[in-house]
Every structure is written in C-alpha cells, then in structure tokens.
C-alpha cells in the first residue's frame, strides 16, 4: 500500500497524459481530494501502465487492517454497550471532537505514522476503497446467509466508514456515513505482488 495518499503533483502527471479528470488538482504536496471512486480507479489504472506494475485501490479489509491503530475510536467506557448506544456514544464523542479539528489540508505525512509506516490514516481526508455496498441476510446463528452487493455505491474508510455513491467528489454529500462526514475525498493505491 502506498505510504501516503495521491498527491497534487502524483495526480497532475495522470491528466497531463489525458488518463484522468482534471478535478481543481492545484499543485504541491498535498493529498489529490475532489476525487470520486472513478477518478481513483482511473489513476490506479494510469499508474500501473506508468509503472509496469499492478496497482488498484485497496479492499475494504485491506483498509481497516493498515489502518487498525487509527480507527480505534471505542473510549474505555464504551465497551460494555450494545452497538447502537456505542454508535451514539461515538457520534456524540465526534461532534465534540469535530469542533476542535480543522478541515485545512496538511502536507503528506501532517497526520503522522502508524506503526506500519502508513501515513495519515487518521486525517482529515476520507480515502476510496475498492470495496461496494452490501445488502444481506443473516441467519438465525448469526453467519451471514445472503449478500447482494451494490456497486454503485462505493466504500470509503476514514475515521468512520461511509458508503458513497461512485461518481461524487465531495465528502459531504452523496454517502452514509456512521459517525460524521470527513471533509475531504482522496485515496491512496495498493501494488498487487
């Protein structure tokens, strides 16, 4: 997985060549935001072609599992509540949290590292992942027993983990999230082996 989101400059080379949207890029080193689910598979594309390399956004759980450290928003207090008051105590945690943080861009690597040398997992910019909605069934012993994926709405992993329609650019609108939106869309890429 890549160390750092898309930048700017990563992104300007792909619509210099003609392969990507041109989507308000700017310049400099900061995260490509403004960018939907077909913006980043296109780049993912490009940059593979460029490399000579296999590169494709990662799968939700490839997402959750580089991002582990970051998401680990249960307070100590929570672990005894049924999910929907620890989704409320959550959302709650996060207006009063959301108060205090910035939606202004940091340069890569503003957010720090995690212990897998993975910068800005916990930041302010939302990333893409390969990963579709899902409807299903679960049975009586609690294993899931039906799945009916729903590609067009995409998933994107962030603080919370928000189901976005494929074709949107903004955070704020077009997805459903738990918790509260982030302010920004972006991604970073996986290398296939």
């Known amino acids: 997985m890549m160390k750092y989101q898309v930048s700017r400059r990563d992104y300007m080379g ?7 949207a041109d989507v308000d890029t700017g310049t400099g080193g900061l995260a490509q935001t403004n960018v939907n689910w077909i913006d980043a598979t296109a780049y993912a594309a490009w940059f593979s072609e460029k490399t000579g390399q296999t590169w494709r956004l990662p799968t939700v759980l490839e997402w959750h599992r580089a991002a582990a450290e970051r998401q680990g928003d249960v307070a100590p207090d929570e672990g005894d509540l049924d999910p929907g008051e620890r989704m409320l105590s959550q959302y709650q945690r996060g207006v009063f949290l959301r108060g205090s943080s910035s939606p202004a861009l940091r340069p890569l690597g503003g957010f720090g590292e995690n212990s897998l040398g993975l910068a ?59 918790g509260l939106p982030s302010y920004h869309l972006g991604f970073r890429s996986v290398r296939e082996r």
Request: hydrophobic content about 35%; some cysteine; overall charge negative.
């Open 120 to 178: 800005d997992m916990g930041g302010n910019v939302r990333e893409w992942t390969d990963g579709c909605m899902e409807n299903g069934e679960i049975g009586d012993n609690g294993e899931i027993t039906a799945r009916d994926p729903y590609c067009g709405v995409r998933i994107a992993g962030g603080r919370h983990q928000a189901a976005i329609i494929d074709f949107v650019r903004a955070a704020s609108v077009g997805g459903c999230a738990v």
């Open 14 to 20: 792909c619509i210099v060549d003609g392969a990507c």
